[in-house]
C-alpha cells in the first residue's frame, strides 16, 4: 500500500509529462531507487511472491505515466537478460546459481517444469490442483463434494490453492464466473483511474489495479500450471488476514479516488 502511495506520489510531481527517452532516466531512476528497497527487504525473508508483486506495482505505474515507451522496452528486456543469465548460471555455474535462487525456490521451479516426474515431492501440489480441476469438469462435482478437496490430496486449499476448490466443486462455469468478477472489479478500478480529476488520483488506482492483477494472474496460474508456485492469496477468496486487509485497504483508496471524482445531481462536486 505505501509504495502505491510513494510512486503514485514521485510520478504526480511530474504532470504526466511526455518524457523523451533521455528525459526519463530521471523519473525512472526514483521509481527504481523507491522500489529496489521494499522489493529486496522482502525477497531476503524469502518471500519472492509478495516481492514480485512490489515490481508488478512499479511497472503498472510507469506504465501509465509519460514515461517513454524506449525506457519501458529497456527495461523489459533488462528483465529479460536478468533471467537468461539465472538460466546461464544453473546450466553452467550451479554452485554460484544456488547463492541467489534458495533450494525451496529451485524446488518449486523443478515440480512446474516436470509436475509428473515430481508428483510425489516437489509437484505434489500442483499435480493433485490440476487433478481436482480437471474432474471438475463443466458444472463442478457440488459444494463440498469435491475428492481432491474433502479427501486432504490439495494441500493448503483454504489459502493458497483455493482456486482448485473453486474448478473442482463448481467446475468451469464457477471457476469462469469468478474470472469475470474479477474482470468487473478491475474494469470499474479503471474506470475510476480515467474519471479521477486528480493525477495522484489515477496513479493510485493504476497501483491498485497492478497489485489485483498480479495476484490474480500468479495465483489463478500456479493452480493450472501457468506460473511456478508462490505464496500468493488469491484476492478476497483465500482465508487469511493480512492479505484481505492489504486488498480491502486498496479498494478503499480506489472508493476514495471515486468520491472525490463523481459528479453530483445539479453539477456540484463535493471534496
Given at each position: 500500500i505505501f509504495?502505491?502511495?510513494l ?7 511530474y ?6 527517452f ?7 531512476s526514483?521509481v527504481?531507487?523507491?522500489t ?6 522482502i ?8 516481492a514480485l ?5 512499479a511497472f503498472?505505474?510507469?506504465?501509465v ?8 522496452a ?7 537478460a536478468?533471467l537468461s543469465?539465472?538460466v ?9 546459481f544456488?547463492k541467489i535462487?534458495k ?7 523443478y515440480?512446474w ?14 499435480k493433485?490442483?490440476?487433478?481436482g480441476?480437471?474432474?471438475g469438469?463443466?458444472l ?16 493448503e486449499?483454504?489459502t493458497d490453492?483455493?482456486?482448485?476448490v ?14 469475470c468478477?474479477y474482470?468487473m472489479?478491475?474494469y ?12 495522484y488520483g ?7 489495479v ?6 490474480v494472474f500468479?495465483?489463478v ?14 484476492p478476497?477468496?483465500s482465508?487469511?488476514?493480512?492479505a484481505l486487509?492489504t486488498?480491502m485497504?486498496a ?7 471515486n468520491?472525490?471524482s ?8 463535493w471534496?
Amino acid at each position: 500500500i505505501f509504495v502505491i502511495l510513494l510512486l503514485a506520489a514521485v510520478l504526480n510531481q511530474y504532470k504526466h509529462q511526455r518524457f523523451s527517452f533521455k528525459e526519463s532516466i530521471i523519473p525512472t531512476s526514483k521509481v527504481v531507487c523507491w522500489t529496489v528497497v521494499p522489493f529486496f527487504l522482502i525477497l531476503i525473508q524469502p518471500d519472492l511472491g509478495t516481492a514480485l508483486v512490489i515490481l508488478s506495482i512499479a511497472f503498472t505505474l510507469m506504465l501509465v505515466s509519460g514515461i517513454s515507451s524506449k525506457m519501458m522496452a529497456a527495461l523489459m528486456a533488462s528483465f529479460i537478460a536478468l533471467l537468461s543469465f539465472l538460466v546461464y548460471l544453473h546450466n553452467e555455474h550451479f554452485e554460484h546459481f544456488t547463492k541467489i535462487i534458495k533450494p525451496h525456490q529451485l524446488d518449486r521451479i523443478y515440480g512446474w517444469l516436470s509436475p509428473d516426474e515430481f508428483d510425489s515431492t516437489y509437484g505434489y501440489q500442483l499435480k493433485q490442483s490440476m487433478l481436482g480441476i480437471g474432474s471438475g469438469q463443466l458444472l463442478g462435482s457440488g459444494f463440498t463434494q469435491g475428492h481432491q478437496v474433502q479427501g486432504g490430496n490439495i494441500p493448503e486449499a483454504h489459502t493458497d490453492f483455493i482456486f482448485a476448490v473453486i474448478g473442482e466443486e463448481f467446475g468451469f462455469i464457477g471457476a469462469s464466473l469468478l474470472m469475470c468478477l474479477y474482470l468487473m472489479m478491475i474494469y470499474r478500478i479503471i474506470h475510476v483511474a480515467m474519471h479521477a480529476n486528480t493525477l495522484y488520483g489515477l496513479y493510485i488506482c493504476a497501483g491498485v489495479v497492478g497489485l489485483i492483477v498480479f495476484q490474480v494472474f500468479q495465483n489463478v496460474g500456479m493452480t493450472i500450471g501457468l506460473m511456478p508456485v508462490t505464496g500468493l492469496a488469491l484476492p478476497f477468496i483465500s482465508y487469511g488476514g493480512s492479505a484481505l486487509l492489504t486488498n480491502m485497504i486498496a479498494i478503499g483508496l480506489v472508493f476514495s479516488v471515486n468520491i472525490r471524482s463523481s459528479s453530483y445531481m445539479f453539477g456540484d462536486n463535493w471534496n
